[in-house]
T-cell receptor, first 110, second 115 residues
């Protein structure tokens, strides 16, 4: 079993829909939770990160952490075609090295 | 400002040939990572450099893979006797400090195709 599990998709939704992207993890020691976005033929870039449990909002994006369930989510409101990308979750281990999910490919249909 | 750059952007080679991939990290970043990303897959860690410390080579898939970082800056990933399964996008990332919240900044990658 991988330390971080993420459904690779693809996930296809119509423009304007609310999108939910998720990761599960096995190491209860993880404290920080990051979401990276990767456009086609580009490198990943940090979208947002959260510490411990709770929600963090940034514009149309909300990151949510449920440490009791070892489950994190990224919600995208009013999704746009420009949100089409692969979304990767990542968590620093005890040496601050990132443990990556496989990434979910998201397609927003106009 | 200048980000992480990688060259070449695309490389097509024949099976059995050696290839060199280059990464120019962001100036002043102490940490440098190489990853491999196969089609539709996540990031596979290859190697990590931190300052003058010995690199963490735990992710290199075979002894055909090697990397060096000269002067704490530019890094070269070398693949000897390439195989078709080496075809992938090779991504480089740099990081200013190695702390929990420090961002990894990625280059655009080198797309390697082994015929």
């Amino acid at each position: 079993q991988k330390e971080v599990e993420q459904d690779p998709g693809p996930l296809s939704v119509p423009e304007g829909a609310i999108v939910s992207l998720n990761c599960t993890y096995s190491n209860s020691a993880f404290q920080y939770f990051m979401w990276y976005r990767q456009y086609s033929r580009k490198g990943p870039e940090l979208l947002m990160y959260t510490y411990s449990s709770g929600n963090k909002e940034d514009g149309r994006f909300t990151a949510q952490v449920d440490k009791s369930s070892k489950y994190i989510s990224l919600f995208i409101r009013d999704s746009q075609p420009s949100d089409s990308a692969t979304y990767l979750c990542a968590m620093p281990d005890s040496n601050y090295q990132l443990i990556w999910g496989a990434g979910t490919k998201l397609i927003i249909k106009p | 400002g200048a980000g992480v750059s990688q060259s070449p952007s695309n490389k097509v080679t024949e099976k059995g040939k050696d290839v060199e991939l280059r990464c120019d990290p962001i100036s002043g970043h102490t940490a440098l990572y190489w990853y491999r990303q196969s089609l539709g897959q996540g990031l596979e860690f290859l190697i990590y450099f931190q300052g003058n410390s010995a690199p963490d080579k735990s992710g290199l898939p075979s002894d055909r893979f090697s990397a060096e970082r000269t002067g704490g800056s530019v890094s070269t990933l070398t693949i000897q006797r390439t195989q078709q399964e080496d075809s992938a996008v090779y991504l480089c990332a740099s990081r200013k400090l190695v702390r929990a919240t420090d961002t990894q900044y990625f280059g655009p990658g080198t797309r390697l195709t082994v015929l």
